[in-house]
C-alpha cells in the first residue's frame, strides 16, 4: 500500500472539514493518505457529539470561524496548532485495531519525531482514575495516549477518529506552544516518512485529486449550515 503525502491546503473551517471528509469517502484510489493542513482565519473546531451551547460558553472573547467536525472528542483552539488528517483504508491492519490502538501507534510515531528534533515528547501511558468520558476542551486534560512534554507534563498533541465503510479518519492537533521550540519544516517531513514506516507502507508525495463537480462545495456549505453546527 502506498501512503499519499498531499500538498499543504488554507481553508475555512467548514472547507477544511469538508475535505477531510472527502478523503476518507471520495478518494479514488485504495491508498493511505496524509495531509497538513493551515487555517485563513482564527478558528474552533467541535466534536460530533458535543451541544453547541457548552462549545459556545468555552470560546474565549472574539470572533472565531466554528465548525462541528465529522469526528468526535473535544473543542480544539487551532490559533496555533498544527492540523493534520490521516485517512486508513478499509484492508489495512491498523484500520481494523480499536481506535486506541490505532491512537497510540500514530502518537507513538509522532514522539519519535519530536524527539528527532530535540523536543521530549512522550505518551500518556496511564488512564485517570475517575476520568469522565464526556468529551470537553482538548488541551485542557490529556486522555490516555495523548502526547505529552516530558519535563513540563503539558499536552503537545490529541486527536479524534472516525470510522466507516471506507475506513478511518484522524483528524489531529498539535499544540505548538505546549510542544516548545521545534523546527516544524523538518517535522512535517519526518512525522510523514515515521507514519510510512509504522504503516508498513511507501511514502509518496501526490496531487490533489479530482472530485465530482460541485461536491466539495456543496459539502462545505453542509457543514456551514445551521442544521449540522446545531445538530446535536
Known amino acids: 500500500m502506498i501512503l499519499h503525502l498531499l500538498p499543504t491546503r488554507t481553508g475555512g473551517a467548514a472547507e477544511n472539514m469538508a475535505l477531510d471528509l472527502l478523503l476518507l469517502q471520495r478518494y479514488p484510489e485504495p491508498a493511505a493518505r496524509f495531509r497538513h493542513y493551515e487555517w485563513r482565519s482564527p478558528a474552533f473546531t467541535f466534536g460530533l457529539s458535543q451541544p453547541l451551547g457548552f462549545v459556545r460558553a ?46 497510540r501507534v500514530v502518537h507513538a510515531v509522532m514522539a519519535e519525531a ?23 476542551v482538548c488541551f485542557q486534560k ?34 505548538k506552544p505546549a510542544a516548545g521550540p521545534a523546527d516544524w519544516d523538518a517535522f512535517a517531513e519526518t512525522f510523514p516518512a515515521g507514519l510510512a514506516a509504522a504503516l508498513g507502507t511507501e511514502l509518496r508525495p501526490s496531487p490533489w485529486p479530482e472530485f465530482a463537480d460541485g461536491e466539495l462545495e456543496a459539502l462545505i456549505e453542509h457543514y456551514s449550515s445551521p442544521e449540522w453546527m446545531e445538530s446535536h
Not at 519530536?114 to 476520568?131: H, S, T, Y
Not at 490516555?144 to 486527536?159: C, F, V
Request: net charge positive; aromatic share 6%; proline share 8%.
Open 142 to 175: 490529556p486522555e490516555i495516549y495523548d502526547l505529552l512534554h516530558q519535563r513540563t507534563g503539558e499536552k503537545i498533541a490529541g486527536a479524534a477518529q472516525k470510522r466507516n465503510k471506507h475506513g478511518l479518519l484522524m483528524q489531529g492537533s498539535i499544540w
Open 58 to 103: 468555552q470560546l474565549p472573547p472574539g470572533h472565531f470561524d466554528l465548525c462541528r467536525r465529522p469526528t468526535g472528542g473535544g473543542v480544539v483552539d487551532h490559533r496555533e496548532d498544527w492540523t493534520y488528517t490521516l485517512v486508513i483504508p478499509r484492508g489495512h491492519p491498523l484500520e481494523a485495531e480499536r481506535a486506541t490502538e490505532s491512537y
Open 114 to 136: 519530536f524527539r528527532r528534533l530535540g523536543v521530549p515528547a512522550v505518551l500518556k501511558e496511564r488512564r485517570d482514575e475517575n476520568a469522565s468520558s464526556l468529551p470537553g
